[in-house]
């Protein structure tokens, strides 16, 4: 991140750092979130450095934050900018893995996870 707030704070407008954000930066930890389970202060870390990304200025001082998180994290058809909080989809994730560990009984996951925790429960 001290590389990337390097590079991104002298070069990039703030219509570029957001692009940057939504379309590399913020599918990161959704690929990673979706796959392991993150702990959510991790993502909500990640949420603050991208904010700072997002409002720093090419000498490195803070910008003023005229518009909130949440409010550009809303669509675009609402007024935001589409982005997407990383903390704010871990409830859907982690539900995601919990489908696929009750749907699949016979996959590694489910018998890693058996293993640790206990007996299969075969629940469908």
């Not at 991208?50 to 609402?78: N, Q, T």
């Not at 935001?80 to 560990?101: D, H, N, P, Q, V």
Request: with cysteine.
């Amino acid at each position: 991140m001290r590389l990337l707030n390097i590079w991104g704070s002298k070069i990039l407008s703030i219509a570029s750092k957001i692009t940057l954000v939504k379309f590399v930066l913020l599918t990161l930890p959704a690929y990673h979130a979706s796959h392991y389970l993150v702990p959510k202060c991790i993502l909500v870390e990640l949420d603050k450095l991208y904010r700072k990304f997002i409002s720093s200025k090419s000498d490195g001082a803070m910008r003023l934050h005229f518009v909130s998180w949440e409010d550009m994290c809303k669509p675009m058809s609402k007024g935001g900018r589409g982005l997407i909080s990383c903390a704010s989809k871990i409830a859907a994730l982690r539900e995601r893995m919990a489908w696929k560990f009750f749907q699949d009984i016979n996959s590694f996951f489910h018998e890693m996870l058996a293993t640790k925790y206990g007996e299969k429960t075969g629940i469908r």
